[in-house]
């Protein structure tokens, strides 16, 4: 589990509690910030927008994304390096036809694709042309996620505005009604604070930490690309290490060590 997403929500709620708590009234408080209204106005227009705008498909997949936060990285490097260090080895020992029997315990189904065009016999360059069209294809379901949550982003503080206005128009309107003015003015100011609340808190974040995981899987796919064609052209295992490597900060080349190395 990812708990830096966890923690930086929990902190940011946390924060605005403090905020409305720590006044004269204390938890007291609390009530004045609820105010059905405005939820609908702010949170139901901003996600009637975003359905606006996408297609029912990937609205339910990018809503779902949020769940991807809080999940721990499947990319492990170092396991990436060491599955592909293990079939460089089989490779220089027993030839690319001995791969097929090797990739029967790979998970990763983008490994196994690549490595079964390597056993294959194709040509290293359409083998380089096949993984990165999926790349792009991968890269580009990530990005219409990303760009769902950006849309809400954008789309709280817009509503969040609209709902001030509907509060604005409603108090002029009954200016002679005391009464009246406190509920309109609550509707006024509560749709910007969640408006605000929905893009800063919610939305920004989430987009932000999607595309950190995005960035993560895209390199270790590349990692595996290279890995491939460096086992595909005969390379020495060791040598393919190092170049792997490459790809890593100095702190994660570190902590993989030399251990994944062959001959």
């Known amino acids: 589990m990812d708990i830096a997403s966890l923690i930086g929500m929990g902190l940011g709620a946390a924060m605005v509690l403090f905020g409305i708590v720590s006044g004269d009234q204390g938890f007291g408080a609390l009530g004045n910030f609820v105010d ?9 227009g901003s996600v009637a927008g975003v359905i606006g705008c996408n297609a029912m498909p990937d609205v339910i997949s990018g809503f779902k994304g949020i769940t991807l936060i809080f999940k721990g990285s499947k990319e ?10 293990d079939l460089s080895n089989v490779a220089r020992k027993e030839g690319l036809l001995a791969l097929d029997e090797a990739s029967n315990g790979i ?7 690549g490595v079964m065009l390597v056993v294959d016999g194709t ?70 604070l969640y408006g605000s609340l929905i893009a800063n808190w919610l939305c920004n974040p989430t987009a932000s930490k999607l595309k950190v995981k995005n960035a993560e899987e895209i390199m270790m796919k590349e990692v595996t690309v290279e890995g491939l064609l460096s086992i595909q052209a005969g390379e020495n295992p060791r040598v393919i290490e190092e170049k792997l490597k490459s790809f890593l900060s ?3 080349r570190e902590s993989l060590g030399s251990d994944g190395g062959g001959e």
Do not use: Q, Y
């Open 123 to 192: 040509d290293p360059e359409l083998v380089r042309g096949i993984l990165e069209t999926d790349l792009v294809c991968i890269e580009e379901r990530h990005k219409k996620v990303i760009a769902l949550w950006e849309k809400w982003a954008e789309l709280g503080p817009a509503w969040g505005m609209i709902g001030t206005l509907i509060g604005l128009v409603n108090m002029l309107k009954m200016l002679d009604d005391p009464s009246a003015i406190g509920p309109n003015m609550a509707v006024a100011l509560l749709t910007t």
């Open 107 to 113: 998970e990763d189904p983008f490994l196994r694709k």
């Open 76 to 85: 492990d490097a170092g396991a990436v390096i060491k599955s592909i260090i």
């Open 36 to 44: 059905i209204p405005s939820v609908i106005i702010t949170i139901g």
């Open 250 to 252: 100095p702190k994660m």
